[in-house]
């Protein structure tokens, strides 16, 4: 979504890191980049003033020229500024003391209200609630039924005691009167509610009707639905696509429903994004979810920070270790991080383990999307082609359950049937075994302390030799051995004392003279760095 903005957001800071320090012209040019930045991604004009004009007052203030890295410094305000416009804090559903809480959805057609509803419903789902959708929107052509659809996908319960226009008549362009025949929303979001209590559902999510455009009798509808259920929540959904007209719906809703917050659909898409960045500041109202995709988990949480970083091509790492942790299984986990420890061999099995958790986070581009810098490699990224794993998938799961956990019995002939069960080459079967067993290794590397190559060891082992260093020790142990059986047996036994008298972790120097020997307790705060003293236990 935010692609272009990103990118000349990006630019224009790595300009700023060539410079020691910044002038007033380095600080005007970079806001002028910013200013056109924040237009061509449809900013509302006002939103680009006022965000620009925060960010030239701090950059030509103290913060920045007294900071010993004024390029960092500007980024930083930047950031702050960004937060500041998409609504600074995040906001959850305030919900009712006694339920069951209302929430009601507005909003053009088309926007995404009734897939947000099931979305929405999923989410209170795995978050312990037991929710009910209700069909009020009774206008468009088969909503109900859309409706229905949804709330099967996200196993969520739908009140639907009016079937709404199923004639395939758009009721949009009719009048009021005209659309009453399809059945009266303000009584079907009442009776959901009575429904709702009496079956002690703790949340109810109304889906409203919409229309092309904003007109009287579609605010006319809305107020009269808010009027009769009085929701502990309206969410204003907008489409992230329709750029500068965004600004003027959100207000136009504002002034007649009045709403609490609002919700970002269709996020995933290639707009340019300027609705996300426009419509808090001028409602005043927070923005509270993203939609992401189709799917019925394809929705998020917005956080104003969080977003900011991805706009500045920072990542949002806090968001990838919350799917995680939703994803992976802490059995699973913590079996993998035992067979990590005892350096057992990591099985297909295990890899199938990984794949499946990873599948349940949503899609590979988008977490990885999420990781820092990511921006820089975007090309490499819409060029991944994500049905890898299912090819993958396919090859593993053509094995058979020896094969699985034995790779290395894996001989030609069984290659072959693998290849023709998944229906792919030998060679892509050979290309899969060769990697995995490299995989194997470098876990075993790790778990012994070894490290990857070219990175230190891992705590609790050695440094672990390089090549060069394992064949200067092989050289010389091969050259300590004597022809002389009893003379060979005793210079084996002196190095077997050596190793047993080496005291544990001298390899990081806490053997004798090392730190092992020293008492902190013992040591001069004065001659520490600065903080380090509350590890001195005094």
Request: hydrophobic fraction near 45%; avoid cysteine; aromatic fraction near 4%.
């Given at each position: 979504?935010?692609?272009?903005?990103?990118?000349?957001?990006?630019?224009?800071?790595?300009?700023?890191?060539?410079?020691?320090?910044?002038?007033?012209?380095?600080?005007?040019?970079?806001?002028?980049?910013?200013?056109?930045?924040?237009?061509?991604?449809?900013?509302?004009?006002?939103?680009?003033?006022?965000?620009?004009?925060?960010?030239?007052?701090?950059?030509?203030?103290?913060?920045?020229?007294?900071?010993?890295?004024?390029?960092?410094?500007?980024?930083?305000?930047?950031?702050?500024?960004?937060?500041?416009?998409?609504?600074?804090?995040?906001?959850?559903?305030?919900?009712?003391?006694?339920?069951?809480?209302?929430?009601?959805?507005?909003?053009?057609?088309?926007?995404?209200?009734?897939?947000?509803?099931?979305?929405?419903?999923?989410?209170?789902?795995?978050?312990?609630?037991?929710?009910?959708?209700?069909?009020?929107?009774?206008?468009?052509?088969?909503?109900?039924?859309?409706?229905?659809?949804?709330?099967?996908?996200?196993?969520?319960?739908?009140?639907?005691?009016?079937?709404?226009?199923?004639?395939?008549?758009?009721?949009?362009?009719?009048?009021?009167?005209?659309?009453?025949?399809?059945?009266?929303?303000?009584?079907?979001?009442?009776?959901?509610?009575?429904?709702?209590?009496?079956?002690?559902?703790?949340?109810?999510?109304?889906?409203?009707?919409?229309?092309?455009?904003?007109?009287?009798?579609?605010?006319?509808?809305?107020?009269?639905?808010?009027?009769?259920?009085?929701?502990?929540?309206?969410?204003?959904?907008?489409?992230?696509?329709?750029?500068?007209?965004?600004?003027?719906?959100?207000?136009?809703?504002?002034?007649?429903?009045?709403?609490?917050?609002?919700?970002?659909?269709?996020?995933?898409?290639?707009?340019?994004?300027?609705?996300?960045?426009?419509?808090?500041?001028?409602?005043?109202?927070?923005?509270?979810?993203?939609?992401?995709?189709?799917?019925?988990?394809?929705?998020?949480?917005?956080?104003?920070?969080?977003?900011?970083?991805?706009?500045?091509?920072?990542?949002?790492?806090?968001?990838?270790?919350?799917?995680?942790?939703?994803?992976?299984?802490?059995?699973?986990?913590?079996?993998?991080?035992?067979?990590?420890?005892?350096?057992?061999?990591?099985?297909?099995?295990?890899?199938?383990?990984?794949?499946?958790?990873?599948?349940?986070?949503?899609?590979?581009?988008?977490?990885?999307?999420?990781?820092?810098?990511?921006?820089?490699?975007?090309?490499?990224?819409?060029?991944?082609?994500?049905?890898?794993?299912?090819?993958?998938?396919?090859?593993?799961?053509?094995?058979?359950?020896?094969?699985?956990?034995?790779?290395?019995?894996?001989?030609?002939?069984?290659?072959?049937?693998?290849?023709?069960?998944?229906?792919?080459?030998?060679?892509?079967?050979?290309?899969?075994?060769?990697?995995?067993?490299?995989?194997?290794?470098?876990m075993k590397q790790l778990a012994k302390g070894g490290g990857v190559p070219g990175m230190p060891g891992m705590p609790g082992g050695g440094a672990g030799p390089g090549k060069r260093g394992a064949a200067k020790q092989q050289q010389k142990r091969r050259k300590s051995k004597s022809g002389n059986p009893a003379k060979r047996a005793a210079e084996e036994r002196a190095a077997q004392e050596r190793s047993v008298s080496r005291p544990a972790g001298s390899s990081f120097g806490g053997g004798a003279g090392g730190l092992g020997d020293v008492d902190p307790s013992q040591l001069d705060p004065s001659q520490l760095p600065k903080g380090f003293e509350k590890f001195l236990g005094k």
């Open positions: 979504m935010f692609t272009s903005l990103s990118d000349r957001l990006t630019e224009t800071f790595r300009n700023l890191r060539t410079k020691g320090r910044l002038s007033e012209s380095d600080v005007n040019k970079t806001i002028r980049d910013i200013r056109l930045a924040l237009l061509d991604a449809d900013v509302a004009l006002p939103v680009v003033k006022a965000f620009t004009g925060n960010v030239r007052e701090r950059a030509l203030g103290a913060e920045v020229s007294e900071a010993l890295n004024p390029a960092q410094q500007v980024v930083k305000i930047v950031n702050e500024e960004l937060v500041a416009i998409l609504g600074g804090e995040t906001r959850g559903i305030r919900f009712a003391k006694q339920g069951p809480t209302v929430i009601m959805l507005a909003g053009l057609q088309g926007s995404g209200k009734t897939t947000f509803a099931g979305k929405l419903g999923h989410w209170l789902k795995d978050q312990g609630h037991t929710p009910m959708l209700v069909a009020a929107d009774l206008q468009r052509p088969n909503a109900v039924t859309q409706l229905e659809v949804v709330g099967q996908r996200a196993g969520v319960p739908v009140y639907a005691p009016e079937r709404g226009n199923e004639a395939g008549h758009d009721a949009v362009t009719a009048d009021i009167e005209g659309t009453r025949s399809h059945g009266d929303p303000v009584a079907v979001s009442r009776a959901g509610i009575a429904e709702a209590r009496a079956k002690q559902h703790d949340v109810v999510i109304v889906d409203t009707a919409g229309r092309l455009a904003v007109d009287e009798g579609l605010m006319q509808q809305a107020a009269d639905i808010r009027a009769a259920i009085e929701p502990d929540e309206v969410l204003f959904v907008i489409d992230a696509m329709i750029g500068q007209a965004a600004v003027e719906t959100a207000e136009a809703f504002q002034e007649g429903v009045d709403l609490t917050g609002v919700v970002l659909s269709k996020l995933d898409g290639d707009a340019r994004g300027g609705a996300a960045l426009s419509v808090a500041s001028f409602t005043g109202k927070p923005i509270m979810f993203a939609s992401t995709g189709e799917g019925v988990r394809d929705v998020e949480v917005f956080h104003p920070d969080r977003m900011a970083s991805r706009i500045l091509d920072m990542g949002d790492v806090l968001t990838l270790i919350e799917q995680a942790e939703k994803a992976f299984d802490r059995t699973q986990a913590a079996e993998m991080e035992r067979k990590f420890l005892a350096a057992e061999d990591f099985t297909f099995d295990d890899f199938l383990e990984q794949m499946a958790a990873i599948k349940k986070m949503g899609s590979l581009k988008q977490l990885l999307g999420m990781m820092p810098g990511m921006g820089q490699m975007r090309a490499q990224l819409e060029a991944f082609d994500e049905r890898e794993f299912d090819r993958v998938e396919a090859m593993v799961r053509s094995m058979t359950p020896f094969e699985r956990n034995h790779p290395k019995q894996i001989n030609g002939s069984r290659r072959a049937r693998i290849a023709k069960g998944s229906g792919v080459t030998t060679s892509e079967v050979n290309q899969l075994l060769e990697r995995f067993g490299e995989a194997q290794k470098m």
